[in-house]
């Protein structure tokens, strides 16, 4: 099956409305979609959910801190009435607009107006994120690529960094558990750490509830898929796949463009088939 449980429209930092990943996916038969804004699950309102060209499954990837480090937990197939739920989104919601105002603070700071204004006109009022600021950096002249701008101003480490506003680890497992869905670690690779460290992410992820991890993420290397499989297997998770996707034009995330798991893995869809 074609499967993308990954991927993000234009209410956060993804380029494509709801309707027209939907049908993009259609177009390039994925057969099950889980659409996975950052801390929001307003696509929902957008989409029909009982479309019969396609399964779609909910979706969300919520930020979080483990140990200081910026972590992605998405979670799936969630009842999007739940209360605790929403209230954990609504709060994450307000996070994200009190960071966007530091990151703009802290950028002028360093001499760049208005950062905040541009970064969210470039969110056309979905969540903002630190891709918006890279594209109001692009525009201004500060730099000449997102690329770039997360490179000096917003990756890791850098002035834009902030993410002390975030709930815990073990609080957004439990607003997704809490709503009936899995939470999956997404893409385990893109924290650099080392695989000592992973495991004592994974041991801890674990503990708290969660059930799953993104075994492929994105287009990476076979060897890579091994060792997250093996992983996988040694913590008992269930394994995800998604791309990533953000926009057309990255050939390195295409939508629908996922390898298949490899089989000494349990797919996360075998909860809810
Ligand atoms: P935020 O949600 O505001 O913390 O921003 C994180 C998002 O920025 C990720 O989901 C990616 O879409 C994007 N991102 C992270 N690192 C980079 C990078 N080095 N270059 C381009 N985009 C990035
Ligand atoms: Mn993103
Ligand atoms: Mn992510
Ligand atoms: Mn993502």
Redesign the pocket.
């Known amino acids: 099956m074609n499967i993308d449980l990954h991927c ?1 429209s234009n209410l ?2 993804g380029a494509l409305p709801p309707a027209d990943l939907v049908d993009l996916a259609i177009q390039r038969e994925v057969e099950m979609l889980a659409i996975t804004d ?2 929001s699950i307003d696509c929902y309102r957008e989409i029909d959910l009982l479309t019969d060209s396609i399964k779609i499954i909910t979706g969300i ?1 919520f ?1 979080t801190t483990w140990r200081n480090n ?1 972590i ?1 937990i998405v979670g799936l197939n969630m009842d999007l009435q739940n209360h605790d739920l929403l209230e954990g989104v609504r709060r994450q919601s307000a996070a ?1 607009t009190e ?1 966007a105002h530091k990151i703009g603070q802290r950028l002028q700071n360093l001499g760049f107006d208005n950062c905040f204004e541009g970064a969210q006109r470039h969110s056309g009022g979905g ?8 594209q109001h950096l692009v525009d201004i002249g500060a730099v000449s690529t ?2 770039q ?3 000096r101003y ?2 890791a480490g850098k002035a834009g960094d902030i ?1 002390e506003q975030w709930a815990d680890l073990g609080e957004v497992i439990s607003w997704i558990r809490g709503a009936s869905g899995v939470a999956v670690l997404a893409h385990p690779t893109k924290y650099k750490m080392t695989r000592t460290k992973l495991c004592t992410l994974l041991e801890g992820f674990a503990s708290l509830g969660g059930e799953a991890m993104e075994v492929i993420s994105g287009s990476q290397t076979v060897s890579v898929t091994q060792s997250m499989a093996g992983l996988c297997q040694q913590f008992d998770l269930l394994a995800s796949c998604g791309s ?1 996707f ?1 926009s057309l034009g990255q050939p390195w995330a295409a939508l629908g463009m996922v390898s298949k798991l490899p089989a000494n893995c349990v797919p996360v869809w075998s909860r809810w088939q």
């Open positions: 993000h956060s930092d950052h801390d990837e930020s910026g992605h994200r960071r969540q903002i994120g630190r891709p918006h600021f890279a997102v690329q701008a997360f490179k917003l990756g993410k990533d953000h």
